[in-house]
């Protein structure tokens, strides 16, 4: 019988329901458009349709293993293994393709260039069509040779992925001899598959990752240069010191955020791969938890891409006005108005007056002599009188 994996189980429920409930979830406000705008008119909304149908793809291929280890039984034989793991390497690099257009159309958006009058739906179905089918014939690769998809175990056929324990001189068949190394002799079948797995791994990591993510990262960085000028002091005071809106799809003032955050949801997780097909760790690849742990990781990707494609998007969530009512609700209470009532009636009475509503300012007092400073004169004698005042004296103040 096949031994339990609670804590595989677990986590495999819970990448596969959150992701589907999340992204059908997120399809509502994506497909409820705005007054007077049709879906025709919108072609920035085909490829983020296009992300969340990929990401509800991709979460419910773990149904199959939740599946299996729920019942104890294999699922997956030769056969359906090599669909299987097919259609999960072909939904993941379709997911990236898919994150490179959308940047290109946010490029178009926002610099308007003249060449923008290409973006339409049918454009973008033709491209999008174009890459689809590229992910789909890359992922029929290994049936060729290069590479194969495999269960990694003999004893629990619960998982199917591309096999990364190729170039791992640990996984070697028991009848290969030890000397040989792990490239093999130069001509032998062994040398030859490590070749071509190496060449298929090399290939898949430039062509559907690092040009994809170099291209999208060379379109966000020109948004952010684009906006970061015409939000400069010198353009705004050209404008009357007025912000311009030219970017739809990030809140305002986070367009560098929004934009980084959806280059690395949408690609950072798949680096897992990278990590166990290099293989810089010795890991025993006989136990269920290595090898499906990269499979989990990678299904981040598709819990976070609905938050900053949809849900950060105010073009279609609208979370700039739902934010800017919450804090106008948040604001001061109204001022009582009983209080301003009685204080008016108060001073509207003829008869009374109160000073404390209205002091007075106090008086400005000019500086005074000390007291100890003045000194003191004598009082004038009656000759002094006479001698100053003369005739205009009475006649008799001689006499006195």
Known sequence: TMPHHPTISIHLIIFCSAPILLNLISLIPLLRLKKGRRFADSPSLLP???LLFTDISLSALLLFPLYAIIIQQDVFDEWNCQFYGAGDMAFSLFEI???????????????????????????????????????????????????????FTDEEKVFCSLNWRQANPESLPSTSVPSLGIMGDKGSPLHENTHRYIAFLTATFLIFFLIPVCIAGAFYYSIIEHVDKLNSIENREENGNSPTEICTWAPRNHVSKVGLGCLLVSTLPFMSYGIVCLNPFKSKFDQLHVVITPVILSRISALLNPIFYVWLNPDIVGIEEKLLKKLQKKKSPPPNLRNYQTINLIADLPTMSFPILAPSAPRRQLPQIPPHLLSPRPSPTPAQYYAHFGDRLHPDAQLV
């Open 48 to 50: 983020l349709l296009l």
């Open 97 to 151: 393709g898919l994150a490179t257009a959308i940047a290109f159309d946010r490029y178009i958006v926002t610099k308007n260039p003249k060449w923008g009058t290409w973006r339409s739906n049918l454009n973008y179905g033709k491209l999008l069509f174009i890459i689809f089918v590229l992910c789909v014939l890359w992922s029929g690769v290994p049936w060729t040779g290069y590479g194969e998809y495999s269960t």
